[in-house]
């Protein structure tokens, strides 16, 4: 008998990416200051990294913290309603967001 597969949610606002802005200081070896300014960059939401983290736990997902949208699914699981597959990427949050959105254009239209 097969198991049947585990299904997850998360409400959309948190398939977004969030400003993670820094002031930085880039000196050399001698402590010279070289550099001095704002850093713009983002993020995943808090609560789509909390729930990348859990997958990871429960052994759904294996994180590859060395470059974006590198996780990789080890067990099949539904996101709200969008399926993943064994070997398929998991995506960072905006990049997910984006796809569930043409999943559901998509879907519409069929």
């Not at 699914?73 to 993943?84: A, E, G, I, R, Y």
């Amino acid at each position: 008998m097969k198991k049947p597969i585990k299904q997850f949610r998360l409400k959309k606002e948190y398939l977004s990416s969030v400003p993670d802005n820094k002031y930085m200081i880039l000196s050399d070896l001698s402590g010279k200051i070289i550099l001095k300014g704002d850093s713009y960059a983002c993020k995943d939401h808090p609560e789509f990294t909390n729930l990348r983290n859990r997958l990871c736990e429960l052994g759904y997902i294996s994180i590859e913290h060395s470059w974006i949208n590198g996780d990789k699914v080890l067990t099949p699981f539904k996101l709200n309603k969008l399926s993943f597959k064994k070997n398929d990427q998991f995506p960072c949050a905006s990049a997910l967001g984006i796809k569930m959105f043409a999943t559901k254009i998509k879907n519409e239209k069929e």
